[in-house]
């Protein structure tokens, strides 16, 4: 059993792996599950960007004492695949939950969810009532818009490669703690 002591690889190892529809391309993805089916609800933990499923290392396993527990890796984060051209809106991650929770064939689940998972999470929920019995979110992106199309391609490998200084520098600095930094360095680079 994995726990908060629990490394990136003891967590990897715990893992299990699915496939999930979206737009019409099958996407491998990455799962922690554990737990007992005590037959209730199973409790599914959505993770934020840009953490993976290890965010809930510490809960998930204590939850397993006495529900049944999944927590994903949303793709392009974690063990799921990660493609460059994959759409990693709220949209399409709602898509890969309710994959998930099809192929297991639950009824009803348990949504914890946290950052950009609370939107997924409040998606799923508003499209299928029905099969949301709680709902708990933290810091949770409540639109989905999000990550916005800047945020998104600055995950794209060679984005910001191809920016010249003025494209750069033209940034906004709240993107990052590290942005001031990082343009000092990008300056004092050599050409």
Partial sequence: MVGLDADHEAWTAAQSATTAV?????????????????????????????????????VAPAVAEERHVIAPDFPGYGNSQRTDDFDRSVRAQTSVLADIVAEADYDHVDLVAHDIGGGVALRYAAARPEHVRKLVLSNAACFDSWPVEYVNSL???????????????????SCSPRAPTARRTRRSSPA
């Fill in 155 to 173: 995950g794209v490998p060679g984005v910001v490669d191809g920016w010249d200084d003025e494209e750069f520098d033209e940034q906004p600095s």
């Fill in 22 to 58: 979206v737009d019409g391309r099958d996407l491998d993805v990455a799962y922690y599950g554990a737990g007992r089916d005590n037959g209730g609800p199973p409790v599914v933990f959505l993770h934020g960007i840009p953490t993976w499923s290890f965010l809930w290392r510490g």
